[in-house]
């Protein structure tokens, strides 16, 4: 089955830095790579995902860049604020018949320092 | 639209006992599935549905059963609780977009304390 790893578990920042979360897939032909924010006692919210079709996606200060030949993705946060505060998920999917079934990295826990 | 709704939101059981865990969705998602979350190891799945009366197993489902009678409800059911079912599950559902991928909708989560 699908494997992801992310990195780093932990990353701190300050306000207006950027930040980047790396995550790295098994199955070849995963072809859907959601990102997830979940803040403290919240569910996970899907921030911005990306499509094997698409090398890079953004929306405002979030970004996403999916590297198919070598199975990574990354998720890039430009000018950080404290609200960025909570622990990120990436996940792969291969869509399909299996369209909802999502495996997840282990997350990372994002602090904006002000 | 409520989305997906868990209860109940904190539960505490003693070693051996049984209980559900509920799921709704008004959404009238065709995949439903359920999650737990441990810290350090992301969200796990346990067993998912791709319509009523399917269902089939995910990563972790040991300990765990499952059915979907209809397309809104999916709940989860522990037979004989342990205490590493401590964790906090969480059920979401989706539905197929156009290019074959669906996004998942989470319920609020349910947190759960085996003794």
């Known amino acids: 089955g699908e494997n992801v790893e992310q990195h780093p578990s932990t990353l701190s920042v300050q306000e207006g830095d950027s930040a980047v979360i790396k995550c790295t897939y098994s199955d070849s032909a995963s072809n859907y790579f959601p990102w997830y924010k979940q803040e403290l006692g919240k569910r996970p919210q899907l921030i911005i995902d990306i499509r094997s079709n698409v090398g890079e996606k953004k929306d405002q200060r979030i970004a996403v860049t999916l590297n198919k030949t070598a199975k990574h993705f990354s998720l890039h946060i430009t000018e950080t604020q404290p609200e960025d505060s909570a622990v990120y998920f990436c996940?792969?999917?291969?869509?399909?018949?299996?369209?909802?079934?999502?495996?997840f990295g282990q997350g990372t826990i994002l602090t904006v320092h002000p | 639209n409520a989305g997906v709704t868990q209860t109940p939101k904190f539960q505490v059981l003693k070693t051996g006992q049984s209980m559900t865990l509920q799921c709704a969705q008004d959404m009238n998602h065709e995949y439903m599935s359920w999650y737990r979350q441990d810290p350090g190891m992301g969200l796990r799945l346990i067993h998912y549905?791709?319509?009523?009366?399917?269902?089939d197993q995910g990563e972790v489902p040991n300990g765990y059963n499952v059915s979907r009678s209809t397309t809104e409800d999916f709940p989860l059911r522990l037979l004989s609780a342990a205490p590493s079912q401590t964790s906090v599950y969480f059920c979401a559902s989706s539905s197929r977009g156009s290019d074959g991928t669906g996004e998942l909708f989470f319920g609020e989560g349910s947190r759960l304390t085996v003794l």
């Open positions: 996940a792969a999917s291969t869509g399909g018949t299996s369209y909802g079934k999502l495996t």
């Open positions: 549905s791709v319509g009523a009366g399917i269902t």
